[in-house]
Nanobody, 117 residues
Framework: QMQVVESGGGLVQAGGSLRLSCAHS????????ITWYRRIPGKQRELVAR???????TYADFVKGRFTISRGNAKDTVYLQMNNLSPEDTATYYC???????????WGQGTQVTVSS
């Protein structure tokens, strides 16, 4: 059973940092692309950051210079380091996992990030 689990969310003051984790249960030998999205109530889901199977990274304009996506030593884990957080970053953050050669993708349940002013 493929599982995707996000963790690391919480309450932080503006200017603070959090590190989100995305762990999945598939083999570390499979090529995968991991994408972080976020959902703000009343707004559409937004792409935040992506790391490809070749470890190319892409970022939304609103997080460039503040967030960093990276793979852990164990390739079943991806991190999103979030620095200089703003109340505008308050959202539920979701991890999506796509495997090379697999048609569907997999979603976690999300982790809540709340940034106070």
């Amino acid at each position: 059973q493929m599982q995707v689990v996000e963790s690391g969310g919480g309450l932080v003051q503006a200017g603070g940092s959090l590190r989100l984790s995305c762990a999945h249960s598939d083999s570390v030998f499979e090529i995968n692309t991991i994408t972080w999205y976020r959902r703000i109530p009343g707004k559409q889901r937004e792409l935040v950051a992506r790391i490809s199977g070749s470890d190319t990274t892409t970022y939304a304009d609103f997080v460039k210079g503040r967030f960093t996506i990276s793979r852990g030593n164990a390739k079943d884990t991806v991190y999103l380091q979030m620095n200089n957080l703003s109340p505008e970053d308050t959202a539920t953050y979701y991890c999506n996992v796509a495997f090379f050669g697999v048609a569907r993708t997999y979603w976690g349940q999300g982790t809540q990030v709340t940034v106070s002013s």
